[in-house]
């Protein structure tokens, strides 16, 4: 890798070998056009309505019929979302078109609170969760992605036997990584994230869950893996086996290879960004994992604060190299940079609470997530816990664009309301994949 020291870098071997029909090259940084209008409502442009062909508008989707406890279900039109609405449809005007997200907001403009229509594909969004709807992902795109990560999984990585192919298609990463990512100029670009995510799903499955994982000797394997994502420099005489090392399991193959591609196209800093929200998300896997090995069911809120690092924050927040341009790095270290980023990882991972809730009953152990961990701590009958967990979603989603919002009035520069608009789209394009995921997916019958 080409931030790497000479102890540190990978061997021309070990690089991945570039498929010979359409090659994954890698994606380029391109310059943020230099347009600096102040939006008036940017929070409207973060989730404009969405308009499915042939469909005429329809209202958005009934409150549900047993209505949260505590904090209400918002609808989609409060004075603070009016103003995120028009932030993050964008600036207008001269010179400004290219500042648009592709395909997101391709469609004719219309009253941007006018209510989504209800979406096309398969699946049923928990009732009363606050989200917005997005539209159906580019299928041309979704089967290019798809075709060329089972591509790279099966022939570059190794990921896995013959025998969980029919899980990795279940996992339908090309749907979700071209939802999250409208602005992505290419399919290069698309490619830097679905294969960080299939890599991170890899780790996740095989070092801790349901594919061999377990909580006993987690922090070992996870600090070896890290090392593919930020590498050891070591003495000459240690240097082989750790290049070795990289290669000895699916896990490491993936991050490793996922890595080389993503730092050739990000900057040395989006790359050392992701490798901080990495160390995150590793740290918070091992307090996961102590409290599985102790029997410990956290408070809330130690669940909550445990969450904010067992998280999708490494997703949303590659965004910008996905896009292909930088949110430099002084602008993403601001205070309120960080309190946005790390609402919408919150909320986004609250959302894989609530619709994995049912799988997690499922599964062997005594699976923690919010739903469960309310239910146990504050007394509550599962149906009375999931809905409290639904609220306690709603708030964090609020809480995301109302941070989004007070960010883009602070800072109005282009980079940050693209960055902020790509930080929603991934938030929705999450929530969609989560609904329609029904292969992996289904909701609890409390309605
Ligand atoms: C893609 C990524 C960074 C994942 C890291 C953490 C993770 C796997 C999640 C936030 C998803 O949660 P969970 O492990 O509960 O996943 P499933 O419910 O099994 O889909
Ligand atoms: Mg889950």
New binding site residues.
């Given amino acids: 890798m080409p931030d790497s020291g000479p102890l540190g870098s990978s061997p021309p071997e070990q690089r991945p070998t570039p498929p010979p029909a359409v090659p994954d090259a890698p994606a380029r940084v391109v310059a943020d056009p230099p347009v600096t209008p102040i939006p008036s409502g940017f929070l409207a442009s973060l989730h404009p309505p969405v308009t499915i062909p042939g469909r005429p508008p329809t209202p958005p989707p009934a409150p549900p019929s047993a209505p949260p406890t505590a904090v209400p279900d918002a609808p989609d039109t409060t004075a603070a979302d009016s103003a995120l609405r028009a932030v993050l449809r964008g600036p207008t005007g001269p010179g400004t078109a290219s500042l648009a997200v592709a395909g997101r907001y391709s469609a004719p403009p219309s009253d941007p609170v006018s209510p989504a229509p209800a979406p096309s594909a398969a699946g049923r969004a928990v009732p009363g969760l606050y989200h917005h709807p997005v539209p159906e992902p580019d299928p041309v795109r979704v089967e290019e992605v798809s075709r060329r990560i089972k591509r790279w999984a099966e022939d570059e990585v190794q990921l896995y036997p013959e025998e969980w192919e029919g899980e990795f298609d279940g996992f339908s990463v090309g749907r979700y990584m071209v939802a999250c990512h409208p602005d992505a100029p290419t399919v290069d670009h698309l490619m830097l994230a679905t294969r960080?995510?299939v890599a991170?799903?890899a780790v996740?499955?095989c070092y801790?869950?349901?594919h061999g994982g377990s909580p006993v000797g987690l922090g070992g394997r996870l600090l070896l893996a890290h090392t593919a994502l930020d590498h050891c420099h070591t003495t000459a005489e240690y240097a082989p086996q750790w290049r070795e090392s990289l290669a000895s399991d699916p896990p490491r193959r993936a991050y490793h290879s996922a890595m080389d591609y993503f730092v050739r196209a990000a900057t040395p800093s989006q790359a050392d960004r992701y490798r901080h929200d990495?160390a995150r998300?590793h740290m918070?896997?091992l307090a996961e994992a102590a409290w599985a090995q102790t029997g410990h069911v956290p408070e809330v809120w130690e669940y909550l604060a445990m969450?904010q690092f067992?998280?999708?924050?490494?997703?949303p927040t590659i965004t910008d190299t996905v896009g292909g341009y930088e949110l430099p790095a002084d602008l993403h270290a601001r205070p309120d940079t960080q309190r946005v980023i790390a609402l919408a990882g919150n909320a986004?991972?609250i959302v894989?609470?609530l619709?994995?809730y049912t799988?997690?009953l499922d599964?062997p152990g005594h699976?923690l997530?919010l739903p469960v961990v309310i239910a146990e701590r504050e007394r509550l009958s599962e149906r009375d816990a999931y809905l409290k967990a639904v609220e306690v979603h709603n708030e964090l989603q609020h809480a995301f664009e109302a941070a989004a919002a007070d960010l883009a009035q602070a800072c109005p520069l282009p980079t940050v309301l693209r960055f902020l608009r790509g930080v929603a789209a991934w938030v929705d394009g999450n929530h969609d994949w989560h609904r329609t995921n029904t292969y992996?997916?289904s909701l609890p019958d409390f309605w």
Avoid: I, Q, W
């Avoid at 067992?310 to 997703?315: E, G, H, I, L, V």
């Fill in positions: 960080l995510m991170e799903n996740d499955d801790c869950e349901d990495m998300l918070g896997y969450r067992n998280n999708f924050r490494p997703c986004t991972t894989n609470d619709y994995s799988k997690e599964s699976h997530n992996r997916y």
